[in-house]
């Protein structure tokens, strides 16, 4: 029988808390109380726990008819409940605590059901909005591409398959910082080691751009009169110089292709949306701003200011020139008008949280919000990455980390492990293997964290195989995979005919934290903290091992149903590896 919980694609607190709030509305009608469901931490108490009682009570106290105390209110709010058979019992504890148990019978049945009609059916839908911005990994060109902006790109990811797979249309920008004073340097820089012309440049130029940003940076502040050529070089690149504007192709053209070399390997797609997009936007945008009096003159500049800031958002320099704060004024303008998102996401270090603050309420100030929808807005801070001394995160020789190197260290190091597990691995299979473990290492280990604490980069860590880890997590599901094949049987076949049955605590345990995925998803995408789901993840591995400790799979009589919930451990595990941007293992 189809419930509303799987029809609707819901979690079952959210089930439980519509029908609190219908059993609330139509008892307290005017108490305006939003219900509240929660899961219980120990089963003792039931599976979820209703908890309005009190905050009621406090409302209709000393009105007439009102209920004695808060048990009283209990009792009329479960005696309101719409019939369900979701809901197997409730019991009252406290002083007016409302415990649920769910119907074992139900829990089975919504399994086995997913398991037929995909996980996609239990994608929470209502929370992402239809059209969502992420702004996300956004290095800038001609810098190295540092592990900030990985931290960034894993994040931004993640964030970004949870919302796709809740049913938004993401709109994944790389807002690169191509458009900087930067150029004025390095274009010089060119020019005077290319004195028969620009058009000359070749390449090999730009090969190595690190190298170039360090040549070019020494003699800028080293030198006043190229600083001073540096300078006029950006305002003729900005109006169009055309050889500048090549140079300034060229830079872009083999930055981007160092980055896409890192997006590639981490399997993550973006769509280039650099600051120069904006370029032609950022007077009309400034001017619009001086005219609504939101942006005022000060000093010969034009700034935004806010009470009990003391710096202000700079918006258009002395000089005239444009600036960060400038695109990304343009930039939200043109997100909401032009791209009409209903949700904008941006993903950078936690230094850079008061600029967007500002950034968002200047646009508030100017009207960019729409009317006709509601708009949410987030920026999405993180700390910084660093060595294992705790220290910032450096190489050996003391430079910053190549993003490439760090990634085949993280390769080269599964490979060893790996290979000691299966000598006779093969090396097309090994080659996957390493990647999918590797990466996940690296992904994983920035997940799990709390994204604002700073975060101690270790690849001895990351790569542990005991412990919330990746490498951890691919072993647990490789195992299952094994379960299943030794089975011999197609349980993705045998899920149309079987049903599953919960004998006992633990196979309810089991299926009572499958289901509770949906819920990760929720939360994760209510504050948006991708360690809500790895936290989720690792409990599951623990839950099952619990499970098929005590409970034998092959050989019993109950080796259908329990091959259906080691399947269904399986699925779960594998859709949050999809969210977490990590490939499963199904044999390592
Ligand atoms: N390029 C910037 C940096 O490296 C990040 C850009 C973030 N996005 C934005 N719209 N400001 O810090």
């Avoid at 209990?74 to 406290?94: C, F, K, R």
């Avoid at 349980?491 to 289901?515: F, Y």
């Amino acid at each position: 029988m189809a419930t509303l919980a799987t029809s609707t694609g819901g979690s079952i607190r959210q089930e439980l808390t519509s029908l609190f709030g219908a059993s609330i509305s139509s008892t307290f009608p005017d108490a305006g109380v939003q219900p509240s469901v929660a899961q219980t931490n120990d089963p003792k108490f039931g599976d979820y726990q209703c908890n309005n009682a009190m905050a009621l009570f406090a409302k209709c106290k000393g009105k007439e008819g009102a209920p004695k105390n808060p048990r009283a209110v209990a009792e009329a709010i479960v005696a309101g409940l719409p019939a369900s058979d979701l809901v197997e019992s409730t019991t009252l504890a406290g002083p007016g605590f409302i415990n649920v148990r769910l119907s074992r019978a139900w829990l089975g049945r919504h399994v086995g059901d997913m398991l037929v009609s995909g996980i996609g059916s239990w994608a929470p839908r209502g929370q992402a909005r239809k059209r969502v911005v992420v702004d996300f990994s956004s290095p800038n060109v001609a810098k190295e591409m540092h592990v900030g902006h990985l931290r960034s790109t894993i994040l931004g990811d993640c964030l970004c398959r949870t919302l796709e797979y809740c049913g938004a249309d993401v709109l994944r920008l790389n807002h690169i910082g191509d458009w900087g004073t930067q150029f004025g340097m390095l274009i010089q820089y060119i020019a005077d080691k290319r004195p028969g012309g620009l058009s000359a440049a070749e390449d090999e130029d730009v090969a190595d751009l690190q190298v170039l940003y360090r040549a070019a940076k020494a003699r800028f502040d080293a030198d006043e009169g190229f600083k001073a050529a540096a300078r006029e070089a950006v305002t003729q690149l900005q109006g169009g110089r055309p050889e500048y504007l090549e140079v300034w192709r060229r830079i872009c053209a083999a930055s981007r292709a160092e980055f896409q070399r890192i997006y590639d390997r981490l399997g993550v797609e973006l769509q280039e949306r650099g600051e120069s997009f904006y370029n032609p936007r950022l007077q009309a945008t400034v001017d619009a701003l001086v005219e609504q009096g939101v942006a005022v003159e000060s000093d010969g500049a034009r700034c935004v200011f806010f009470e009990g800031r003391d710096v202000p958002l700079i918006v258009q320099k002395r000089d005239g020139g444009f600036g960060y704060a400038s695109t990304d004024m343009a930039a939200l303008h043109q997100r909401l008008t032009e791209e009409r998102a209903d949700w904008i996401v941006y993903l950078t270090d936690a230094g850079q949280a008061g600029h967007f603050e500002m950034i968002f309420a200047a646009g508030r100030r100017a009207g960019y919000f729409p009317k006709d929808r509601e708009v949410r807005i987030d920026h999405v801070g993180f700390g910084l990455v660093m060595g294992e001394d705790g220290k910032k995160f450096k190489s050996r020789s003391g430079d910053t980390v190549r993003l490439v190197e760090l990634l085949d260290e993280a390769k080269a190091r599964c490979r060893t492990t790996i290979k000691e597990r299966r000598p006779d691995i093969s090396e097309e299979e090994l080659e996957e293997a390493t990647s999918a473990m590797g990466y996940g290492a690296v992904k994983y280990a920035d997940l799990k964290n709390n994204r604002l604490t700073n975060y101690r980069f270790s690849y001895n860590e990351m790569l542990s195989m005991q412990g919330d880890t990746a490498v951890y997590l691919l072993y647990a599901h490789a195992r299952i995979a094994a379960i299943l094949r030794k089975s011999g049987k197609d349980v993705a076949e045998l899920a149309k005919s079987t049903k599953i049955t919960l004998g006992n605590d633990l196979e309810v345990a089991l299926a009572l934290h499958v289901s509770r995925f949906s819920e990760a998803v929720e939360e994760m995408l209510t504050d948006l903290y991708p360690n809500r789901l790895t936290s989720y993840l690792y409990d599951l591995s623990g839950v099952f091992n619990q499970y098929y400790t005590e409970c034998q799979v092959i050989g019993t009589e109950e080796e259908d149903s329990r091959l259906l919930l080691c399947e269904a451990t399986a699925v779960v595990m594998r859709q949050c590896f999809h969210l977490l941007g990590i490939t499963p293992l199904y044999r390592i």
